[in-house]
DNA sequence: CGCACGATGCGCT
DNA sequence: GCGCATCGTGCGA
């Protein structure tokens, strides 16, 4: 069984040519797959088991809706297969995969992972942030905030190539769970549209909940 | 268990 | 200034 003390997968490393399609195939082609981290000799990573895909300028939910291209959403409209890393409420980053050809905004959340390398890293990143909390492996990364933490992602990710540097997903046999889908989580506008995508039963899907935002009270 | 809320910093109006 | 693709904690059931 070598799973115990296994550093990184065998498998293959996804070519760009999986990332050039458009978003909802690849948000649904992920999952299953392996997502590794390299930071020195640490390495870190799971399978993919929750999803989103945010589309392009008719997309309501997503950072490239109506604005064109900013500083912060132009790596969505770049090349396919690297990192979109944003920073938001002040506290997460949160891991995108870009997809579409080039000029075509698209991007995919990675929401959840089972913990597969580095679970012992990974509590210890997770732990800086939740000091004293005993974390239990379910929680290692089952939401994006988490995810990016316990895979030590920050902004010096976005826009990093996956595959050749510190990032990479790997390829993963097809998962024997069905593939639910879901409104997105956690948005205000475009939370209706079917966007999301997770492993029916798996136990590290995110808790998120989805629907409307609900509107914050100011004392 | 579930719900409610404050933290926290940056992009955008 | 406002709002945000979130999280952890606190409190009640």
Do not use: Q, W
Not at 27 to 50: F, N, P, Q, Y
Not at 166 to 174: F, G, Q, S, W, Y
């Amino acid at each position: 069984m070598p799973s115990m003390h296994e550093t990184e997968p065998r498998t293959h490393i996804l070519p760009g040519s999986f990332f050039a399609r458009d978003t909802v195939t690849v948000a649904h082609g992920l999952l299953g797959k392996i997502l590794v981290s390299r930071r020195g000799d640490t390495v870190t990573g799971g399978r993919i088991v929750e999803t989103e895909a945010y589309l392009g300028t008719h997309d309501p939910g997503s950072h490239a809706a109506t604005k064109g291209i900013t500083g912060r959403n132009a790596v969505m409209y770049g090349p396919p297969g690297r990192a979109y890393v944003y920073f938001t409420y002040g506290n997460h980053h949160m891991l995108n995969v870009v997809t579409e050809p080039e000029g075509i905004a698209g991007a995919v959340l990675v929401r959840a992972l089972e913990p597969l390398f580095g679970v012992d890293a990974m509590m210890r990143r997770r732990a800086s942030r939740a000091a004293g909390a005993r974390l239990r492996e379910r929680d290692l990364a089952n939401g994006p905030g988490k995810l990016a933490a316990a895979l030590g992602i920050d902004l010096a990710d976005n826009g990093s190539v996956l595959g050749t540097g510190t990032l990479a997903v790997h390829d993963a046999p097809d998962p024997t769970e069905p593939v639910a889908t879901s409104g997105r989580v956690g948005l205000s506008d475009g939370h209706e549209l079917e966007l999301r995508f997770y492993l029916e039963g798996n136990p590290y899907v995110s808790k998120g909940r989805v629907g409307p935002r609900p509107a914050r009270t100011r004392s």
